[in-house]
């Protein structure tokens, strides 16, 4: 028997990619392994998931679809087989571009302005990892609707995107593992979602003594190794805050906090005027600082040592939304310090505990941990250079950054890490990837000087002249959501549920919302993974024509007018950036790039979607302008020409896939290696990929806001206040009042609300009584699943059930008894919007109060999956505006009752 | 001669069940038998409850209770300390299935694929028809650890010479060596830590010690 090993990378979940080889044994890959070769270079010493050997079995699952097909039943309804018909790879691109030319003969927009065409990449940021040139193609076209949902928004870190690349340039946020010693988690489940780089990292430190408090309503898999406290839900902030009432106003922040970092690195010394906006001078502008030498208020760029705390007695004027200048003389201010005390001076411990369940000692003692592990002042030596080392970090939880709530929650972590100094230094909180600036590849060059000394925000316009009044996609993102800036991702990180609430429930002074004339999804399947999964499915049947690239039959694409057989990951080509600093975990020593590759040839009619690109491009008359976005790197994301190379496309004969690959491999290690080196696609078949070495000290932010003297800003938020003011503004002028709730999360200092009982009440928006639904029910990360298209791989289900809380709902073993519950009975979860059936997995560890369901199913249509009989707890999930914050996004908690399923109220 | 052994140290693992699918995948072996596993053990009572996850599996005894109830003498001990089964001796009577204490041991009597529509490709290509009817469990992947030997690769140090499960690990939890070594990594992990085996009282005295916390 022949066997060679294929290079591959892994990119399944957004903690990648990793690297691998695939065994192929007489021309069918038979194994994974994981890919030692790069040991040295991969900080998990090369190796790959659990997810990664499922491959195998993704490749010949016999359920795939097998040959492009046409529905041929006009009827599309949950309980109407569409009637596939197959077709020939040329008949289903035929029909394709004959659609898009139609559309393009009409307009790229429609009467209300939106998109005709809109593309929904599911699987939060690793779509590009196999989209192949695709993406060039869609370029060529114009406008495209890109943020009709698929559960973004809830199901990924959506507002720590927005606040944390806000504050420091962190689109993820992690902690420094490989030198934290002190750990604080709220609800971050690394050990399931954090990759295999994250598991490595965090097992490491455990061995060397890393120290881990986990807040938590269950004891996940992460929580298992720390201490655990159990938190009710959605009061994460609580605790935060009463964290640092303790550290603020318990203990000395004088000797214990980094006072040099928030006095010359954040706006602490700033002074605020009594209107809430920093005080500035008359004639520069500039927010003012205390210079108790001088005994006067001077500019915040003046060299001097300002007062961190205090109030004084000073004049100057303030700048207010849409430039409104007001002059103070000779009033009281106070530094943005003295604001941030007096802000936490009510959120004691014992307050915390009577919300949160966390008792105030464990709080206490957590506070002192914290402030003892810091080691204020210490410093440590990278790459010659001097770097303060803190060796604590705060990490927090899906469901615990969005939804209501999640400001706090995200502002409350910050500034933990600011009181310590521990804001992107050695052994902190540190920022991983930008996504919503520029450049995306290079986070620290992303930090560019903006005004009143921090940080330039490319923030969505909300002033008169400039605000997007009438939205360009559906989501309305850079309408409705500042923070979403307008980067080339922006559109997926908007409202990206409000397009299918809006289908059903038009709202007030807005433009229609439309269907797109044509939707166009890959690896996405919202019929599932969104929240409402009902509602969503009602409005796709609506849809005129759906083009699917289909994996296998699902509950998504059973709406499609056509499917297009999936290129898998074994079996199409594309080179992809490596290393440096990307998603969670995944900051390395080197950079690179490494190719994906067909293995095998496919068991099915499938076509690379490179290929796919180009076909279109041809089809559609727009090859000259595709090649030409192929040139400059437009979907590859990678230029073919730079300084001392020339790759480019001839733009007038369609390149195969391995032309532009090739190409692209030559351009990346032209272009990485300073033209020292240069590797083909033959190359790179052979090797996998290419390396170069990468900065660790460019894993931290501190070095360029210290060489651009530039200051987070933090605790206080004058600029999304105003942002906040302005857009009401701008909305009320519209007639807009349905956007008012989320209006008020703008604030300069966030201060706590009673977030748990949003969730309580929406009960009531479905005439139902709040009282009724007595338990929290969350989600958690499966490892194992997520994500894909991993759902109908039996072999994943094989170990999974090894894993507690697999195939069923998880309940508290005194809630259960107390209901007549056992391990394994039936049991109904209802919630205001609906039930769905379940099997009860009676555990110790969770609250009583709480309820949790893994991952994502509930499928009626995929294969395997929809025999897996798992509750969905999206099926339950209420789409409603009153559970959408201000960033857009909202959380996956659910209000409901459970009960046996042959009990006096079930059947 | 080496004494072949495991050091799982319970403080990385995270039971994410990367191991399992690599001996699956290694092994070919069929729906629902693990020769590797990780249990996901949660007690005490809420809210002081701990969660443990451990690696099980074939404990590669001195003294395995397997080995003296085996009626064909088709379960059998290598000098290097692997225990082991001579499929052309089993008979199928699992009695070792029952005297195991650590759960180690499956037996199946029909060929089985992961899809009701039969057997996919790999499957074909990786099938041990004379796993059909026969005990099997672990064997430490006493092929790649021999075939390892043969090229002069050192198990427990070359990943080709090593069991797939200690190679596959995310946590780095599994190690893999020479127990007669004083210098191997297992030794070195046995040396400086508190290890306990599974079942010490039963007298087994497996090869496979944990790192508790």
């Known amino acids: 028997m022949s066997t060679t090993k294929v290079a591959e990378y892994c990119y399944q979940c957004v903690a990648g990619p990793d690297l691998l080889n695939v065994c192929v044994e007489d021309g069918v890959a038979t194994r994974v392994e994981p890919n030692w070769k790069f040991g040295d270079i991969h900080p998990a010493a090369g190796r790959v998931c659990v997810k990664a050997y499922g491959l195998i079995q993704k490749t010949y699952n016999p359920f795939r679809v097998k040959k492009p097909m046409v529905r041929t039943n006009p009827v599309k309804d949950r309980d109407a087989d569409p009637m596939w018909k197959e077709v020939t790879w040329d008949e289903a691109l035929d029909l394709i571009a004959q659609k898009l030319l139609a559309v ?59 606040y944390g690349e806000f504050w420091h340039r962190a689109f993820t946020v992690q902690s420094d593992t490989p030198r934290t010693n002190y750990l604080i988690s709220f609800g971050n489940n690394n050990d399931a979602s954090g990759g295999v780089l994250g598991v490595w990292r965090h097992a490491q430190a455990r061995e060397r003594g890393l120290k881990r408090v986990q807040f938590e309503p269950h004891l996940s898999v992460t929580g298992a190794h720390a201490q655990w406290v159990p938190v009710k839900p959605k009061t994460d902030a609580a605790v935060m805050y009463a964290l640092l009432y303790t550290i603020l106003h318990e203990h000395d922040w004088r000797k214990e906090c980094d006072v040099a970092f928030l006095r010359d690195m954040t706006n602490s010394p700033y002074l605020i005027a009594p209107n809430g906006l920093y005080l500035r001078d008359e004639t520069m502008r500039k927010p003012l600082m205390w210079d108790e030498t001088e005994n006067r208020a001077r500019p915040f760029d003046e060299k001097f040592t300002p007062a961190m705390s205090g109030t004084y007695i000073t004049s100057g004027i303030t700048i207010g939304a849409d430039q409104e200048l007001t002059n103070f003389e000779n009033v009281q201010v106070a530094t943005s310090f003295q604001k941030l005390i007096e802000h936490v001076r009510e959120y004691t411990p014992e307050w915390a505990e009577k919300i949160s369940g966390a008792p105030a000692a464990t709080i206490r003692q957590v506070a002192r941990e914290f402030l003892q592990n810091a080691q204020v002042g210490a410093t440590i030596e990278i790459e010659d250079k001097t770097y303060p080392y803190r060796p604590v970090a705060i990490l927090l939880g899906k469901t615990v950054t969005n939804g209501w709530g999640g400001y706090e929650a995200l502002w409350g972590r910050t500034m933990l890490a600011v009181l310590v100094g521990a804001l992107e230094v050695p052994g902190g909180t540190i920022g991983t990837t930008v996504r919503l600036n520029r450049p995306g590849h290079d986070r620290l060059a992303s930090a560019r000087p903006g005004p009143d000394g921090f940080m330039d925000q490319p923030l969505n316009p909300t002033d008169k002249e400039n605000w997007v009044a009438k939205p360009k996609i559906r989501n309305a993102y850079q309408t409705l959501v500042p ?192 033209g020292a080196e240069e590797h083909d696609l033959a190359w790179f078949k052979e090797n996998g990929a290419f390396f170069v070495p990468f900065p660790e000290k460019d894993w931290f932010l501190h070095g360029a806001m210290v060489q651009k003297g530039l200051r987070y800003e933090l605790p206080y938020q004058e600029r999304i206040w105003r942002a906040g003011l302005e857009l009401g503004n701008r909305l009320h002028e519209q007639g807009i009042e349905w956007w008012d709730t989320q209006l008020h999360e703008y604030s300069p200092l966030p201060a706590w609300k009673d977030f748990p009982d949003i969730w309580g009440r929406i009960a009531e928006a479905f005439d139902k009584n709040p009282d009724d639904y007595d338990l929290w029910l969350l989600t958690s990360r499966s490892m194992q699943y997520s994500w894909g298209s991993n759902v109908g791989i039996p072999v994943l289900a094989d170990v999974a059930k090894n894993v507690k809380g697999h195939f069923g709902v998880m309940l508290n073993a005194q809630m259960a008894k107390r209901a007549g519950i056992n391990e394994g009975d039936a049991v109904w979860i209802e919630s205001p919007l609906k039930r769905v059936k379940g099997h009860a997995i009676v555990r110790e560890g969770l609250r009583p109060d709480v309820a949790v369901t893994i991952q994502q199913f509930g499928h009626w249509v995929t294969p395997v999956a929809k025999d897996l009989n798992m509750p969905n707890l999206n099926q339950l999930s209420p789409l409603h505006l009153a559970l959408t914050d201000a960033t857009g996004s909202g959380a996956d908690v659910v209000r409901v009752k459970i009960y046996k399923a042959n009990g006096k109220d079930g059947k | 001669m080496s004494r072949w052994g495991m050091v799982i140290d319970l403080r990385k693992c995270v039971g994410c069940q990367t191991c399992t699918i690599a001996c699956k995948q290694t092994n070919n072996t069929p729906p629902k038998v693990f020769w590797r596993w990780v249990a996901d053990i949660e007690t005490g009572e809420y809210p002081d409850v701990n969660r443990r996850f451990v690696p099980m599996g074939c404990q590669h005894c001195t003294n395995p209770p397997c080995f003296e109830v085996c009626p064909t003498t088709a379960t059998y001990k290598r000098p290097d300390g692997i225990v082991d089964i001579n499929y052309n001796l089993c008979i199928g009577c699992a009695y070792c299935i029952v005297a195991c204490p650590y759960l180690a041991r499956n037996i199946v009597f029909e060929t089985k694929s992961y899809y009701e529509t039969g057997l996919i490709p790999p499957e074909q290509v990786l099938a041990h028809p004379d796993r059909i009817g026969v005990a099997t469990k672990c064997n430490f992947c006493l092929p790649r650890v021999d075939a390892g030997l043969a090229r002069g690769l050192k198990p427990g140090v070359d990943p080709d010479a090593t069991p797939m499960c200690v190679g596959s690990c995310i946590s780095n939890a599994m190690h893999f060596g020479d127990l007669d070594d004083p210098d191997s990594i297992v030794s070195r992990y046995i040396a400086e830590n508190d290890t306990v085996r599974l079942s010490e009282e039963l007298g087994t005295e497996s090869a496979m010690y944990y790192i508790v916390e």
């Open chain 1, 483 to 674: 923070l979403a800036n307008n980067s080339p991702w922006s559109a997926a990180l908007g409202p990206a549920h409000l397009p299918w609430l809006f289908m059903k429930e038009p709202p007030e002074n807005w433009p229609r919302p439309t269907t797109p004339e044509v939707w166009i999804i890959y690896r996405t399947n919202p019929a599932i993974s969104h929240w409402d999964s009902e509602t969503v499915t009602e409005q796709m049947a609506k849809f005129p024509f759906i083009a699917a690239f289909a994996y296998t039959p699902d509950e998504t694409n059973w709406y499609a007018d056509v499917l297009l057989p999936e290129a898998t990951d074994l079996e199409s080509y594309q080179l992809y950036r490596i290393g440096g600093t990307k998603y969670i975990e995944q900051y390395w020593k080197h950079q690179g790039y490494a190719l994906r590759q067909p293995a095998v040839e496919p068991p099915v009619d499938c076509l690379d979607l490179t290929d796919i690109g180009t076909e279109l491009a041809k089809r559609m008359g727009l090859l000259n302008e595709y090649i030409a976005v192929l040139n400059k790197g437009g979907g590859t994301g990678i230029a073919l020409k730079g300084k001392d190379f020339d790759y480019t496309l001839p733009n007038d004969v369609a390149p195969t896939r391995e032309e532009i690959w090739d190409r692209a491999c030559r351009a990346a290690t032209r272009e990485l290696s300073g």
């Open chain 1, 104 to 162: 393009r003969a009409k307009g790229v927009r429609d009467e209300s302005g939106y998109p005709r065409l809109a593309v929904t990449f599911g699987s939060g940021g690793i779509a590009p990892a196999y989209t192949g040139a695709l993406p060039a193609f869609l370029s060529t076209w114009g406008p495209v609707d890109f943020g009709i949902g698929s559960g973004q928004g809830v199901k990924c870190y959506h507002s720590e995107h927005l």
